[in-house]
């Protein structure tokens, strides 16, 4: 998102541009883009950079999501937040604890390597894999600081639209942040994967032994879809 409106949702693809057209009315939205726009003018390090801001949006539209892969918010360190939930860039050479948590697990569930090195998750994202947070800005070095902006209502209703959606989707929750939007989910329609969080302080209370990526495969091959081939980061 643009430090105004102006933009949105011209600055989506197609399918997440007519669901999400409504926003641009809702008073929510109004006061999100002014609380941005301050920021900006005042010149804050806010991560990650205003063309990244959407970018987990404008990576996988509305009918191409297979996955989704609900965050908290961006890294809030320098060179690290890229608009995708838990991805940082390729050549961030020390990778955050939770990245490295779940690259872990993938190995340990898929019996496979996979190079630690690539961390852009861009592999992912060309499966139809949403990795999307829940707050999508940050001031630097002030974790949380844009929560209860707006963005909780505007990724809600993203998660609502793709939980109404005929196509199934399978929708991976990682933690009690995450856990919440369960409630929003039908598992009629949809597959719902839980487990704690992959960061340091839950990894080992459940996280790893959960197999989230071959769980995730075989909801989508029983609800007809083409599973993710996951070590392809």
Request: hydrophobic share 35%.
């Amino acid at each position: 998102m643009s430090t105004s409106a102006s933009q949105f949702p011209n600055n989506l693809p197609h399918g997440w541009k007519e669901k999400l057209s409504p926003v641009t009315k809702e008073p929510f939205f109004k006061d999100l883009t002014n609380f941005l726009k301050k920021q900006y003018e005042e010149r804050k390090t806010i991560y990650p950079a205003r063309e990244n801001v959407l970018r987990a949006l404008q990576s996988v539209d509305f009918d191409a999501v297979k996955v989704v892969i609900i965050g908290q918010d961006p890294y809030h360190g320098p060179q690290q937040a890229i608009g995708l939930s838990f991805a940082v860039p390729n050549e961030l050479r020390r990778k955050p604890p939770s990245l490295q948590n779940i690259f872990k697990e993938l190995e340990s569930d898929l019996h496979v390597k996979v190079d630690h090195n690539k961390s852009d998750l861009k592999g992912w994202v060309e499966q139809g894999v949403l990795l999307l947070n829940t707050v999508l800005t940050v001031e630097a070095a002030k974790p949380l600081s844009h929560r209860d902006r707006g963005w909780e209502k505007f990724t809600d209703l993203v998660i609502q639209k793709l939980a109404e959606r005929k196509k199934p989707v399978a929708f991976i929750l990682w933690g009690n942040h995450a856990q919440k939007f369960k409630a929003k989910i039908n598992p009629k329609f949809h597959a719902v994967i839980e487990s704690p969080h992959p960061s340091p302080l839950s990894a080992h209370r459940g996280f790893f032994g959960s197999k989230p990526f071959s769980k995730a495969n075989e909801c989508l091959k029983k609800l007809g879809e083409t599973p993710i081939d996951w070590p392809r980061i």
